[in-house]
């Protein structure tokens, strides 16, 4: 078989006619086979005012491919005897809740019962608003029921791993895990201090995003990275760990017909080889990470848009590839499940969403024939499509804001995610923004509500 630098001959105008189509400023890409890297190239520009090029020496935000490294860390710190992936871990409970508290092993797998949330702050470390997010890091369902993808999860293991090695989470994250690898231009914060050159982060129409951005979950959200360190990672990671805690890794409950996700990674299921995964994206980020460990092959694809589509396709193109049998199913991010119409026994619930700033009364009225919804909340209505899922009796997303504090910094919209339950419609409802078509990309904040017929 051909060596993977001439099977790969194509990529180079391959890259560069994907970022121009889809209006990505630049691509950095990676493969490392056998622990060597054997291919590194960049497209584009790491920053357009000034024209600087991307090279393969550019580090890119990561955004949630940072979670393999936390929970690596997390992993590493257990061998240690510094914590016990399967003792419960403290956080706190919502009031006449019954539940046990969950383990680190259920948060890393996001089976730790913590809502979908997402919050950045752009401005510098003391300017403008942020969002707390102790209100909303509390379990809105038992561990282990289900999986729901929770970035507040990894913020609770990040304060574990504080609290159990008494120090901050980015310095143990580079000395017990970076740096044993020897890769120096790994980097977790709110902005990128060097070695190398970082590319600055951009909306899908060509703004671009402040150089800070921090956050209240950086274990989930503020890895930085060259491609090829990256993928170097993706390949040798285990080696910090035993043997018996690098198989649990890769021991995945399902979540869908072709993922599931073990201890902070994405894992293939079915017919071909195992395939290892992560994405990322938030503002001005689209990256993933893939390694196949029965080839011991890892391809790093990271651009500085918030539009995913040139990272996918490139991504598929160099799997397809390398990779025998390859489906862009066997790889992070997980599909949506398909929509149904809506089927309950009432048209007309009221009842209320659960907030920091207490309950807000709301009102929400089905039109079946139409597949679509009305919800009233504070004196304003707007209607929707409503649909079911394999995972959901019924969810809307509206024009409307939820009037808390929080919303109003950067959540203008509502969507509705709920559950029957012997005649109750129980499930959150989540203050989000969609996109970053205008200004830059907003918060999740998700919420308990509960519907009953009127």
């Not at 390949?235 to 599931?260: F, I, M, W």
């Not at 929509?339 to 700033?357: F, K, M, Q």
């Not at 969507?415 to 419609?425: A, E, K, Y």
């Amino acid at each position: 078989m051909p060596n993977t630098p001439s099977r790969l001959n194509g990529l180079a105008e391959y890259c560069a006619s994907t970022i121009g189509e889809h209006h990505c400023p630049s691509v950095s890409t990676a493969v490392v086979e056998h622990g060597e890297v054997v291919l590194a190239e960049a497209h584009g520009l790491a920053d357009i005012a000034s024209g600087r090029p991307a090279t393969p020496g550019t580090a890119y935000a990561l955004a949630s491919v940072t979670k393999p490294m936390t929970a690596t860390a997390i992993c590493v710190a257990a061998d240690q005897g510094l914590l016990d992936l399967d003792a419960p871990v403290p956080v706190s409970m919502a009031r006449g809740q019954g539940w046990p508290a969950p383990t680190a092993r259920q948060i890393l797998r996001h089976r730790g019962g913590f809502g979908a949330h997402y919050d950045f702050h752009y401005g510098g470390p003391g300017d403008g608003d942020r969002i707390d997010a102790t209100p909303y890091a509390i379990p809105h369902r038992a561990p282990d029921t289900a999986f729901e993808y929770a970035n507040l999860g990894y913020r609770a293991l990040g304060r574990l791993l504080e609290e159990a090695t008494g120090q901050g989470l980015a310095d143990f994250v580079r000395e017990q895990v970076f740096e044993p690898l020897g890769l120096g231009a790994l980097h977790l914060g709110p902005t990128y201090p060097g070695p190398a050159p970082w590319a600055t982060r951009y909306t899908p129409d060509g703004r671009p995003y402040p150089p800070y951005c921090d956050t209240s979950h950086p274990g989930a959200t503020l890895g930085w990275a060259p491609a090829a360190q990256l993928a170097l990672f993706a390949q040798s990671y285990d080696r910090l760990l035993k043997p018996e805690t690098a198989a649990a890794v890769r021991e995945a409950r399902p979540v869908n017909p072709g993922l599931g996700y073990g201890l902070g990674w994405c894992l293939s299921r079915g017919t071909g080889p195992l395939v290892q995964s992560h994405g990322g994206g938030m503002g001005g980020v689209a990256a993933i990470v893939v390694t196949v460990p029965e080839q011991r092959l890892s391809v790093s694809v990271l651009t500085n848009s918030t539009d995913k589509t040139a990272r996918d396709r490139i991504t598929h193109h160099i799997l397809d590839t390398l990779v025998p049998g390859f489906s862009p199913g066997s790889i992070s991010p997980f599909t949506d499940d398909p929509a149904r119409p809506v089927n309950l026994p009432a048209t007309d619930w009221r009842g209320s969403i659960s907030t920091p700033e207490g309950d807000i009364p709301v009102s929400l009225t089905l039109f079946p024939e139409d597949g679509r919804a009305r919800l009233r909340l504070s004196g304003e209505s707007a209607e929707a499509p409503a649909s079911a899922s394999r995972t959901c009796d019924l969810q809307a997303a509206f024009p409307l804001q939820l009037p808390t504090a929080d919303a109003r910094i950067n959540s203008p919209a509502l969507s509705l995610h709920l559950h029957h339950d012997n005649g109750t419609l129980r499930g959150v409802a989540r203050a989000h923004k969609s996109g970053d078509t205008e200004g830059l990309l907003g918060n999740l904040l998700t919420h308990p509500c509960q519907l009953h017929p009127r």
